[in-house]
């Protein structure tokens, strides 16, 4: 009977021939944070509402529309957590994590949305963050941009260009606040429904549309330089110098705004065209308020998030290939004399063998059968064990991706073997 449960729509199965291109990225992420000095943390996926409420704001159309929001046993609102920075600071101020220290951290995991599917964008989406805090400079904000920049070369990613604006102090934004509405009200006709709902709530969303029949409209708003505070301008005039001397390519975008209300002074985006409209892949900023608006003492923060479904389809557009964790040998037993004696060499090939990845076959087959199998695992040999090789003590290597001749070789050669020949060989490809 055919299966009629599946994946929830906007959520998807990793397969397995799909882990390998993850684990890369992941293990390039976690090598580019601990060269930072950045330490690990992880949150749980479920928070209570009001958290987010009071981080993201409630007129945002994440906590009005998007949130994955549900009441448990005991009546308590609990909500999916959309995004990782909220999830972050309440861990930080629940264990004391920002009393009189700096912290840099970093995390990954799922969020969820419910947006509309579309490529790289999904309704269970994987992010990873990064966050630094107790630093008010624009030395650490450099910092953020020269780290994200390092896992784009990193990861061999070229076609992403990093824009960066400034949204001052929440005063000054509250002045320019009051100036976009007034614009937009004059030309209100010109704006589209989700344009019409921001005008009240949240106008400074409405330059980011994506609308082109608006692009007109918006590129004639008041630009907020106009109106930015001295000292706001101070840092992000030293945030340009940092990036100038150490020769980052940016674009300054005086529309570009964050979707969320705690964001203060610099803002960022690594954006690329080559996803659409959805071209953003990595975002962040400063949020010095938000500490304070969960209850903490006030402290400067500034952080990121970039979402891993967008940055594998972004690397498959550019051509990129992460390098296969090819199977290094698969056991080959026939006979069931083979099959017990072939598992505990498996083993102490395991021990002996540091790194080695080794299949050993499992139940019944003809040798025919198993070398299929071999072959279809991706091995880069065989090593084969019948009734002659239990009578001699040895092991026969069988090359699958080379033309060399079959040998054979005690058990304990065979250590030594795999060792300078399979894995240090491995090992040598994916640096090269």
């Keep these: 009977m055919a299966n009629d449960i599946q994946a929830i729509r906007g959520m998807k199965d990793l397969l397995p021939d799909q882990s390998h291109a993850w684990q890369y990225v992941e293990n390039v992420f976690r090598s580019v944070m601990s060269s930072y000095g950045y330490s690990e943390i992880r949150m749980p996926i479920v928070e209570k509402t009001e958290l987010f409420k009071r981080s993201i704001g409630e007129v945002t159309d994440i ?14 609102s609990l909500t999916l957590r959309p995004e990782g920075t909220a999830s972050c600071v309440r861990a930080c101020l629940e264990h004391g994590l920002l009393y009189n220290q700096t912290q840099r951290l970093w995390y990954s995991g799922p969020m969820f949305r419910h947006e509309r599917p579309q490529k790289g964008r999904y309704r269970q989406f994987h992010q990873v963050g990064v966050e630094a805090f107790g630093m008010a400079g624009p030395d650490i904000d450099a910092e953020m941009i020269l780290l994200s920049a390092r ?37 209100s006709e010109q704006l589209d429904e989700d344009s019409q709902r921001r005008l009240n709530t949240n106008p400074l969303r409405i330059l980011d549309s994506k609308n ?64 659409g409209a959805q071209g953003t892949i990595c975002a962040g900023g400063r949020f010095d308020g938000l500490v304070a608006q969960l209850g903490g003492k006030a402290t400067p923060a500034v952080g990121f998030a970039l979402g891993i479904e967008r940055l594998l389809a972004l690397l498959e557009e550019d051509g990129q290939e992460s390098p296969v964790q090819d199977v290094h040998a698969y056991l080959v037993l026939v006979g069931e004399e083979a099959r017990h004696k072939g598992l505990l060499l498996a083993e102490t090939l395991r021990e002996n063998t540091p790194g ?45 991706r080379e033309d060399e001749p079959q040998i054979t070789m005690t058990q304990e050669a065979v250590i030594d073997f795999l060792k300078a020949r399979v894995i240090n060989q491995s090992q040598a490809n994916i640096l090269i």
């Design 212 to 275: 082109p029949a608006m692009r007109e409209l918006i590129n004639a708003a008041p630009n907020f330089f106009d109106t930015i505070d001295e000292d706001s301008m101070r840092h992000f005039d030293e945030l340009k110098r940092y990036l100038d001397e150490a020769g980052v390519a940016y674009q300054v975008n005086p529309r570009l705004v964050r979707g969320l209300d705690y964001y203060t002074k610099t803002v960022f985006e690594w954006v690329t065209d080559k996803l």
């Design 151 to 187: 896992l784009w070369q990193a990861l061999g990613l070229k076609s992403v260009v990093l824009q960066i604006n400034s949204l001052g102090t929440p005063e000054t934004r509250a002045v320019y606040r009051t100036q976009l509405i007034e614009y937009f009200t004059k030309n």
């Design 356 to 400: 080695i990845r080794l299949i050993t076959h499992c139940g019944e087959g003809s040798m025919k059968s198993q070398f299929k199998r071999a072959d279809k695992s991706g091995a880069q040999i065989v090593l084969l064990i019948g009734e002659q090789e239990i009578q001699d003590k040895v092991v026969s290597v069988k090359f699958l």
């Design 63 to 76: 906590v009005e529309k998007e949130m994955y929001t549900f009441e448990d046993r005991n009546g308590d």
